[in-house]
């Protein structure tokens, strides 16, 4: 899956693969993403938090799911953070 990842890492957003995770070999098989293999520092949070967003433009609705860490010992993305928002 071609995805938009915004690192703290980088100084500008990337356009990265994910890799997958599929149930079983057949065609109708489950896929699932694995954002593990795309964001760093598993040592200070393991786990990665997600959320459905949903944009509405005059008559287009687009649907994301975001992937993310949030942890006060990880590094400040500032290509996310401004003003009084820090991520």
């Known amino acids: ?5 915004y690192s703290a890492s980088w100084s500008r957003p990337r356009q ?3 890799l997958m995770r599929c149930s079983d070999r057949s065609r109708n098989a489950r896929r699932f ?3 593990e293999s795309l ?3 598993a040592i200070v949070q393991p786990y990665v938090h997600n959320c459905f967003v949903t944009l ?3 008559r287009h609705v687009y649907q994301f799911c975001i992937f993310f860490k949030r942890h006060c010992h990880l590094r400040i993305n500032t290509l996310l953070s401004s003003g009084d928002h820090v991520f």
């Open 1 to 5: 899956v071609r995805c938009r990842l």
């Open 33 to 35: 993403p694995i954002p």
């Open 56 to 58: 509405h433009e005059g």
């Open 16 to 18: 990265v693969t994910m």
């Open 39 to 41: 964001l760093n520092d």
